[in-house]
């Protein structure tokens, strides 16, 4: 064998000053050691990014709105004797901001009440399509073979259904409400979240840090939640950002088209939809619920777009 | 070199590979899949790593021999054969006997980059081995062990709590060793461990290696397709082409006795880093590419590109064996070779 | 089949012709502006090729040598790249000066790039026989015909097998060195004055690569074409290359004909790659190794790049860029293409 006795010892002095020159190198920014993640990297570009900015201020405004409406009307919209027909179609006054509707009902108190409505088919649609879409997802990448073939027919099944189209036949069966929209529109929704956690996993499955992991003996559940999620979360997590503000949209069409939110509920869409009659005499009733739902689709988008743009790994 | 290979023999063999094979289907069909053929990566190969010694393989891409680490690392199912590890066949093991085993036989992978979870710190990366082998280190000592093991390597231990992303290739090269050590393995197989590295940083992290190997009594298996480097680190090499042993033997019979074709054309076609050396020098330089190993040519599976090549090259499958003309003797052409036609060509070694 | 040869011997580095050279880099310097800082990744490299002539540039990742090479070629990424300072003169014309368009239709017709990844340069979607078929259409206007005609031409110079029948395959139908050759075929279909060729070797074996090399040099005599050639391979460079320039933090630190510099190098970096290749009679033996990492490019040392990682550095070495300094025997008698930037090369080379 080697004759190895007087190699050893000069060595170890060698490798050490190996890692010497980048031990300078990065003394600098020491105290914050941890901090050097994708995810704190993404968390420092978001934090200078104006678009995000805006809509996060935005996005938390609606979430109060929607948590507490009481907070910023007095008045409640399932209040039967609130409206007065002899109000009808009032124009703004300083004391009634956005005027009346129709029904005689002050637009202002119903348009504050209606975020709840869209944010809870937002966050509920977004939750379970993330939930069954990745869940799904995780299982055909990570299984493969004939599970994978199975779920991936299964998936492009409910894919080549149009979400209007799905949705309109589905509602018209149902009793709707905020939550029945929401399952509706999940059920529509998933294959989407599906398809994207599929490859991100295939991606990473290969990946040789995965092989190392199964080297040193790693059960299929550390690799998966170890490994696999981490890794193939991140492109999930920014489509599901942005379809946000989508399912929102989509929940105010169902509504318009009288297949969503049914009164008394109360939704931007239906409002809109109630107000497009009379638009012409009284443009005001469309325009504050139109203009709430727009601001509001345009701050859950400009989020998922800055989180795109800080956790897409192209950009970097 | 007469004590070299008879230090070899008197070792007790810690790996015995026999008559290994790897097929992976081909299919088609997209809910009910058939298989239409297969590529025959590994088909049939068999050698012997003995304690304490470095077991160079050497080949082009395509030839099997990162598909041979996987096997040993049961990464994948061996279509077929055995791997015997100290006289236990592992290829049939269950998975709980399969983890205690796997304890002893570690891997480092080629590519720094994509082998280290980038979304693990250092520590992560090395203490991972101890959560998954708890009976190794108790939890009260893993972060102590962890940062031996990055002065094992020759990394500073307080980097524990960085990302790979903030390493450069060699240290990064060094963390996957360092995780490779972490549970004590007896056996360690490189899959090209230096190739993605740069010139003057391959030669730090092999002398990190051979260290290690006298520090731990490792044995290696050494895959690579750098020939120079592979002569200096390992004791014996095989050469494999298109998914068989073309010639097997002590790295001073392969460099410089060689005596099949194939070694000889690959030998002659490394290029010499110095002009001097290399005027007047025979060059073989083959034609042609590799078969598809879906479709290997009958027979001798180099014949295509041989240019010994005769009838019963195609018709006769040459076993790995001592050539005829050089049994009993005691000269370094007398090793394994498998070519109906193996002699001797003097070609300049690297 | 197989081709048994005596290699011949190195050419004697050919006699540069009179007058201007065909490309002459002159103190280029290319930053990345990235958000981490500034990336300084080429700092005053000058060098020049003559028709026939190859030049090798030798180094590691990081070290600048691909980086030159994309800014002579044009294909820089401009932001976040950006070159504050230099010259490119091709045939006498600085191409950065020159307007967009007519930098494009030099660099389509007059230096052409071979990559080291094949497959992902070439189109995936297109038959090889239309991608090279395209070169002659776009810039010669040729009819579909003439230009296909020409395509398995091409092929068949660069040595693919029945180049006829394949015209209509696909990238991924090739093998790697096929893929390569395709490369080579696609380079020289204008029949450029010069060739980049960025690593055209690393991703084939070796059994391969001796061939694709041998057809570039082959090509390259036949047209009289200037070749640089960018590598970290001393093997490589040894076999086809007249002149090495080798590159260390994005400066160059030594020039030499080929044969000067595995003899004798002048510059301690030179000196350590040659040393850390492995070589018979220090089987067993520790491999010598360069101590430390290559600079950070955001934050390179000063004075000499190469002084953390130096044995022989001294504190002029941490304090003084060293300049390219010609080196001449112990005798000052001159050595032609000889150049080293350190302060320390009598030492180096004499001793």
């Not at chain 1, 890794?231 to 989508?246: D, H, K, Q, R, T």
């Not at chain 2, 990366?125 to 101890?130: A, Q």
Request: glycine share 8%; aromatic share 6%.
């Amino acid at each position: 064998m080697r004759d190895t006795t007087t190699v050893g010892d000069e060595l170890t002095t060698d490798t050490q000053t190996a890692g010497a020159p980048s031990a300078s190198k990065h003394a600098k920014p020491a105290k914050k050691e941890r901090e050097a993640s994708l995810w704190s990297d993404a968390m420092g570009d978001l934090r200078r990014n104006p678009v995000f900015i805006i809509g996060a201020v935005l996005v938390l405004f609606l979430l109060v709105l929607a948590a507490v409406p009481g907070l910023f009307t007095s008045g409640s919209p399932f209040d039967a004797t609130a409206c007065k027909l002899q109000d009808s179609l009032k124009t703004p006054s300083s004391s009634h901001w956005f005027g009346y509707d129709i029904q005689g009902c002050d637009v202002y108190t119903r348009t504050v009440w209606a975020a709840r409505n869209s944010v809870i088919v937002g966050i509920t649609t977004t939750t379970l399509v993330l939930l069954v879409g990745s869940g799904l997802g995780l299982i055909a990448g990570w299984v493969g073979g004939f599970v994978d073939s199975v779920l991936s027919r299964f998936t492009e099944i409910f894919f080549a259904i149009p979400v209007l189209l799905g949705g309109m036949l589905i509602m018209s069966g149902l009793q709707g409400n905020a939550w029945t929209v929401s399952v509706v529109l999940a059920t529509l929704g998933w294959p989407q979240i599906f398809r994207i956690m599929r490859s991100s996993v295939l991606q990473n499955k290969n990946n040789d840090y995965v092989m190392a992991a199964r080297a040193l003996g790693a059960g299929t559940w550390r690799i998966t939640v170890r490994h696999i999620l981490p890794n193939a979360v991140a492109p999930v997590i920014v489509v599901g950002a942005i379809s946000l503000g989508v399912y929102i949209s989509a929940e105010a069409a169902l509504s318009y088209l009288g297949i969503g939110v049914q009164p008394p509920g109360i939704s931007w869409g239906l409002m809109v939809s109630d107000a497009s009659v009379r638009w012409l005499q009284a443009p005001h009733v469309l325009l504050f619920p139109a203009a709430a739902l727009s601001v509001t689709v345009l701050a859950f988008i400009m989020v998922g777009d800055a989180v795109r743009d800080a956790l897409d790994p192209k950009l970097r | 070199m007469a004590e070299l290979t008879k230090n070899v023999t008197e070792r007790e063999p810690i790996l015995q590979v026999r008559n290994l094979v790897k097929h992976f289907p081909l299919t088609q069909g997209i809910l009910f899949k058939k298989q239409v053929g297969a590529v025959k990566a590994v088909d049939g190969i068999s050698f012997d790593l003995y304690r304490g010694e470095t077991l160079g393989i050497v080949g082009e891409s395509g030839c099997g021999k990162s598909t041979v680490a996987k096997l040993l690392m049961s990464l994948e199912t061996a279509t077929s054969g055995e791997v015997f590890y100290k006289g236990q066949d592992i290829t049939k093991l269950s998975g709980r006997a399969m983890k205690a085993v796997r304890r002893n036989i570690q891997m480092v992978f080629q590519d720094p980059y994509t082998s280290l979870n980038p979304r693990m710190t250092v520590g992560d990366i090395i203490g991972e081995p101890f959560e998954i082998h708890p009976e190794v280190a108790p939890k009260g000592g893993r972060r102590r062990k962890v940062q031996d093991l990055l002065d094992v390597v020759g990394l500073n231990p307080e980097y524990i709590n960085r990302y790979p992303h903030q390493f450069s290739g060699g240290q990064r090269q060094r963390i996957g060793i360092a995780r490779g050590l972490a549970l004590n393995p007896e056996i360690i197989i490189c899959d090209e461990p230096v190739s993605a590295l740069d010139v003057s940083v391959q030669a730090q992290v092999i002398n990190l290696m051979e260290k290690l190997q006298d520090e731990f009594n490792l044995s290696y298996l050494f895959i690579a397709h750098d020939l120079s480097i592979v002569r200096h680190i390992s004791d014996r090499v095989g050469v494999m082409y298109l998914g068989k042993m073309a010639e097997i033997g002590t790295d001073g019979q392969i460099y410089e006795h060689p005596t099949h074709p194939y070694t000889q054309a690959l030998l002659s076609a490394v290029p010499v880093p110095d002009p001097a050396a290399r005027e007047g020098r025979e060059r073989i330089i083959l034609t042609g590419d590799v078969p598809s190993p879906a479709n290997p040519p009958s027979g001798c599976r180099f014949r295509t590109r041989c240019w010994k090549a005769q009838d019963k090259c195609s018709t006769e499958e040459p076993l790995l064996a001592i050539p005829e003309r050089f049994r009993g003797q005691d000269v370094l052409a007398a090793h394994e070779s498998a070519c109906h036609f193996a002699e001797e060509k003097a070609i300049l070694a690297v | 089949m197989t081709i048994i040869d005596k290699t011949s011997n190195v050419p004697a580095p050919r006699s540069a012709p009179e007058g201007t050279p065909l490309l002459e880099v002159r103190d280029l310097h290319v930053e990345f502006h990235t958000r981490d800082g500034v990336a300084k990744a080429v700092n005053g490299v000058s060098y020049s090729v003559n028709a026939g002539e190859t030049l090798a540039v030798l180094g590691e990742s990081g070290s600048g040598k691909s980086v030159t090479a994309q800014a002579i070629m044009g294909i820089l990424d401009m932001p976040p790249g950006k070159i504050p300072h230099g010259e490119i003169l091709f045939q006498g014309t600085d191409l950065l000066k020159l307007p967009a368009e007519e930098f494009r239709k030099v660099r389509g017709q007059k230096i052409a790039m071979i990559f080291q990844d094949a497959l992902s340069s070439l189109n995936p979607v297109h038959t090889v026989g239309a991608q090279l078929g395209e070169m002659f259409r776009v810039h010669r206007g040729m009819s579909k015909k003439d230009a296909t005609a020409k395509a398995i031409e091409l092929m068949d110079r660069v040595k693919i097998p029945a180049a006829k029948a394949r015209v209509g395959d696909y990238p991924h139908q090739f093998s790697g060195g096929m893929r390569q050759r395709i490369m080579i075929a696609m380079a020289m279909a204008l029949e450029p004055d010069l060739i980049i060729a960025d690593e055209p070797t690393t991703a084939l074996d070796v059994t391969v690569q001796a061939q694709v090399m041998d057809l570039l040099a082959e090509l390259q005599r036949e047209m009289n074409m200037g070749l640089i050639l960018i590598t970290h391979d001393l093997g490589v460079v040894a076999d086809v290359a007249d002149k090495i320039a080798v590159m260390y933090g994005g400066r160059i630190v030594e020039n030499a004909p080929v044969h000067e510099i595995y003899k004798r190098p002048a510059h301690p970096y030179t000196r350590g790659l040659l040393d850390s290749i492995p070589r018979l009679d220090q089987k067993g033996q520790e491999l010598y190794a360069i101590k430390g990492l290559p600079p950070n490019l955001l934050n390179i040392p000063s004075g000499c790049a190469f002084n953390p990682r130096c044995p022989k550095a001294q504190d002029i070495c941490r304090t003084d860029v060293p300049v390219l300094h010609p080196v001449t025997e112990r005798d000052g008698a001159d050595l032609p293409g000889r150049t080293s930037a350190c302060h320390f090369w009598k030492e180096q080379i004499h001793g």
